[in-house]
């Protein structure tokens, strides 16, 4: 019988995944990253130490071996640092899709194959096959689909990989763990950023990107108010700008359309959003999941954020580029985010956006 050897967080999903592994006839091993050890002095709540207590309660209880492997070094250097120079640079990363590429399907995967035959998370998507090659599929549960996070992930390294969770929506997956009596039935699921938790972000941010306040400025020009530093705000912001009525402009919340990084200000408007309506974007590489035949141009779904629904759009590849046009003008596409495209149920694969554009000249990329 196989050894699986499952990526334990402490959470509900990764318990799950070891129980239904272990119900199978898997012989079950439990592994647990740490992945941050630094103590944050910002009111923070980085679970390490709780959630490996549960790790143990858990496996303990399903009668598995169970490890603790530190990958702190490889994740500041291989995600983190990426994530603060994303921000430095005034755009907005999303460390979670290159924490699966570079350590959960990366370091993790290597030193688990070392222990067993293949690897299990408690991911909520699926994996199939084409021409001898994995294929990256939707869960069940779109609410709690995955794959967005995954979309960078190497074909290769969805090889030998288990999602028992696929195939499940979450209120099964609790019903399960109270059922068989898993301490971790009732956890609350995380969030915030990848393994290192929930913190205030702006005192987070702080400890390692000095703040540089500047002024903000309407679309003319005209000063409005004062912002903390471009780092803490996205394209499309609405709370948070400190921005009162002023005299002369129209009276209606102000939203981010832009950042003057050489000049630091931070450019708002205010009313229906037209400056942030964008036809397409060109993303800075892009990566194809168990894809060889696909043409040049072609129509799909995209998703340039995690919560939002998938739209139309035709995609030209180039030089590993994915230029990416827009069946009908998107709002607030953000530099430093993820692109994701989708045929049916398959993610094909995703790149970083590195720019869009108000009109696209390419012919082939008309509807």
């Given at each position: ?9 402490g ?183 990848c393994?290192i ?13 000095p ?39 129209a ?20 009313g ?19 894809c ?41 596409v953000?530099c ?5 495209l ?17 009109s ?8």
């Open positions: 019988m196989s050894t699986v050897v499952v990526g334990m967080s959470g509900v999903d990764s318990s799950v995944a070891a129980l239904l592994l272990k119900e199978r006839g898997y012989d079950v091993v439990g592994l647990f990253m740490h992945n941050w050890e630094e103590e944050e002095e910002d009111g923070g709540a980085c679970t390490s130490a709780e959630d490996w207590q549960d790790v143990q309660a858990v496996c303990g209880y399903l009668g598995i071996p169970h490890y603790s492997v530190n990958f702190a070094r490889e994740y500041y250097e291989r995600v983190f640092e990426y994530f603060l120079n994303e921000y430095f640079k005034g755009r907005t990363p999303n460390p979670d899709v290159l924490c699966n590429r570079e350590i959960k399907f990366g370091a993790f995967k290597d030193y688990a194959m070392k222990l067993g035959d293949c690897v299990a998370t408690g991911h909520y998507c699926n994996v199939g096959e084409e021409n001898g090659l994995p294929t990256l599929l939707k869960a069940v549960d779109g609410d709690k689909d995955q794959t967005y996070f995954l979309c960078d992930t190497r074909t290769e390294q969805l090889k030998d990989v288990m999602f028992p969770l696929g195939n499940l929506r979450k209120s099964e997956v609790r019903a399960i763990a109270e059922k068989n009596g898993l301490v971790t039935s009732k956890k609350k699921d995380s969030t915030g950023i393994f938790g929930e913190r205030k972000f702006r005192a987070f941010l702080k400890q390692y990107l703040a540089k306040p500047g002024v903000i400025v309407d679309t003319f020009g005209k000063e409005v108010g004062r912002h903390e530093g471009l780092m803490y705000y996205t394209l499309g912001q609405r709370r948070g700008l400190g921005i009162g009525g002023v005299k002369g402009e009276q209606q919340r102000w939203y981010v359309v832009d950042k003057d990084m050489t000049h630091n200000r931070l450019i708002v408007s205010c229906e959003g037209e400056e942030l309506l964008t036809c397409g974007l060109k993303t800075e590489g892009f990566n194809l999941i168990g060889e035949n696909l043409p040049t141009v072609f129509e799909c779904t995209a998703k340039m954020r995690y919560r939002q629904p998938e739209q139309k759009v035709r995609v030209k590849l180039s030089d590993g580029v994915a230029t990416i046009k827009f069946a009908e003008r998107q709002r607030a953000t430093g985010q993820f692109a994701v989708y045929l049916g149920d398959r993610c094909l694969g995703g790149g970083v956006i590195g720019s869009t554009f108000a696209a000249d390419d012919g082939e990329l008309d509807f």
